[in-house]
């Protein structure tokens, strides 16, 4: 997410979609958003369809990539990742 920030320099605030996940709702990672102008959208509670576009995403990205490579490597696999996303 930070290099996606760093990488993409935006102008607005920038919707960051989660779901109801401790790691998400922790006063570090709201500080770490508020940081760098990035806004919580969380799913709520019990709901699967809030988050649907973000899951297909993920769904697919491992389906295409992650399922059919086998990397040498943690840098071969973010690299390929984020070429992925990327593209």
């Given at each position: 997410?930070?290099?996606?920030?760093?990488r993409?320099?935006?102008?607005?605030?920038v919707?960051v979609?989660?779901?109801?996940?401790?790691?998400?709702?922790s006063?570090?990672?709201?500080?770490?958003?508020?940081?760098?102008r990035l806004?919580r959208?969380?799913?709520?509670?019990?709901?699967?369809?809030d988050n649907?576009?973000a899951?297909?995403?993920?769904?697919?990205?491992?389906?295409?990539r992650?399922?059919?490579?086998?990397y040498?490597g943690r840098?071969?696999?973010?690299?390929?990742?984020?070429?992925?996303?990327?593209?």
């Amino acid at each position: 997410l930070l290099m996606a920030v760093w990488r993409r320099q935006p102008k607005q605030e920038v919707l960051v979609h989660s779901d109801q996940g401790s790691q998400f709702s922790s006063d570090d990672w709201q500080d770490s958003l508020k940081a760098h102008r990035l806004v919580r959208s969380m799913s709520r509670c019990g709901n699967c369809h809030d988050n649907a576009v973000a899951e297909s995403f993920f769904q697919l990205r491992k389906r295409e990539r992650i399922k059919r490579k086998t990397y040498h490597g943690r840098e071969e696999a973010r690299r390929d990742i984020f070429d992925y996303i990327e593209m």
